[in-house]
């Protein structure tokens, strides 16, 4: 087998490994019939709403705010989706209303 | 149970699996097709895509791992690069740790399939009285995985050949976010774990820039998290992610 099959292959299969683990680890840890500390329950009661918040900032984190658009077509398109779904609370229209004007924005508007 | 009523109860199942992640369909598929793109420009055919979406199963990591296929990077700091993306991943399992162990085989799919999107659904959920919760857990991260899976190989094959232009597109993404964000907001009776992770996502972002603020960030979030947690009021409505 030659190396432009090999290698791919090898770093595909380190890179799954590597997302697998992540994925087992606090099973692993808390996992094996132990009870799960009352401490790691209330983490995982109150964690969601701030791993989502931050989550957020990762899908913008490549915004600039110091470069022109300065961030404009983002915001714009982050508080569409933001007011069509507090207005009617319907995921496909929030989503793909906000998506279409962020698609006209950098590709019309600020080009 | 006869044959008739699993049929009917699966449907069923299926059916509310496949409405919840709708927005995960339109999601994946469109960052599939980006993702497929990306790999056939830098060599790499349908089959790849293919197998990649099937065993790795991660957004952000399979974009960066396109410029790694050609080899060049060490084998450690492969490993450390993937660990670091992909560590948030970590505290995604603690909100489900009872409940996957309870599904015995299928939770080791669970924990497999447990990405951003699918852990998001699976916290948001309210699920009817009347259906399974395991089966619905269980068919709602197949689903999410076969739309990656779909999107990544779709976008290798003919993504190419797409006429319109499709920049900005993976939008889809941020916006799933923002409205599952929404959603907890009006779950959650406080709002101080929501601000707390605003806050520690935006400071560590300034602070340690888009390369590196993920995990800083986390920790933070867990940390202040764990110093404010009697004075937050547990909600009522989460009854999912417990």
Redesign the interface.
Same mark, same amino acid.
């Given at each position: 087998m030659s190396?432009e099959f090999l290698?791919?292959l090898l770093?595909? /299969?380190?890179?799954?490994a590597?997302?697998?683990?992540?994925?087992? /680890?606090?099973?692993a840890l808390?996992?094996g019939g132990k009870e799960?500390p009352a401490?790691?329950?209330?983490?995982?009661?109150?964690?969601? #709403?701030?791993?989502?918040?931050? /989550?957020?900032?990762?899908?913008?984190?490549?915004v600039s705010v110091m470069v022109a658009p300065h961030g404009f #077509?983002?915001f714009i398109?982050?508080a569409i989706?933001?007011l069509l779904?507090?207005w009617k609370r319907n995921?496909?229209l929030?989503?793909?209303g906000?998506?279409l004007v962020?698609?006209v924005?950098?590709?019309m508007v600020f080009v | 149970m006869n044959t008739t009523k699993k049929k009917e109860a699966f449907k069923e199942t299926l059916k509310f699996a496949f409405i919840q992640t &709708?927005?995960v369909l339109?999601?994946y598929v469109f960052m599939g097709i980006a993702f497929g793109i990306l790999l056939e420009k830098a060599g790499?055919n349908f089959i790849?895509a293919f197998?990649?979406s099937l065993?790795?199963?991660?957004g952000s990591?399979q974009f960066v791992?396109i410029g790694?296929?050609?080899?060049g990077?060490g084998?450690l700091s492969? =490993?450390v690069l +993937?660990?670091s993306v %992909?560590?948030?991943?970590? @505290?995604?399992?603690?909100?489900?740790?009872?409940k @996957?162990?309870a599904m015995g085989k299928w939770g080791w799919y669970m924990? @497999?399939s447990?990405t951003?999107e699918t852990?998001?659904l699976l916290?948001g959920m309210n699920i009817p009285k009347e259906l399974n919760e395991k089966q619905v857990f269980f068919t709602v991260a197949a689903l999410d995985q076969s739309y990656w899976i779909i999107g990544c190989t779709l976008g290798a094959v003919i993504g190419s050949f797409i006429g319109f232009?499709?920049?900005?597109?993976d @939008?889809?993404? +941020? $916006?799933?976010?923002?409205?599952?964000?929404?959603e907890?907001?009006y779950s959650?009776q406080s709002?101080l774990?929501?601000?707390?992770? +605003?806050i520690?996502?935006?400071a560590s972002?300034v602070i340690f820039g888009?390369g590196a603020?993920?995990l800083p960030?986390?920790i933070a $979030? &867990?940390c202040l998290?764990?110093v404010f947690?009697n004075s937050?009021k =547990?909600g009522e409505n %989460?009854e999912v992610? %417990?």
């Open positions: 190396t290698t791919p770093v595909i /299969l380190v890179v799954a590597c997302t697998f683990l992540t994925r087992f /680890l606090p099973f808390f996992g799960v401490l790691v329950k209330t983490l995982g009661d109150l964690l969601p #709403p701030a791993v989502i918040a931050i /989550l957020v900032v990762y899908c913008l984190k490549g #077509p983002e398109a982050v989706v933001a779904h507090i995921n496909l929030s989503i793909g906000g998506t962020y698609m924005l950098i590709q | &709708v927005p339109f999601g790499y790849w197998f990649i065993i790795i199963y991660a990591m791992l790694l296929l050609g080899g990077m084998l492969l =490993i +993937t660990l %992909q560590s948030r991943h970590i @505290f995604y399992g603690l909100s489900f740790i009872e @996957f162990k924990i @497999f447990l951003d852990y998001s916290c232009d499709t920049t900005g597109i @939008f889809a993404m +941020t $916006a799933l976010f923002v409205v599952i964000f929404i907890q907001w959650y709002h774990p929501a601000l707390l992770g +605003t520690c996502g935006v972002l888009p603020f993920i960030a986390l $979030a &867990v998290l764990l947690k937050i =547990i %989460q992610c %417990q």
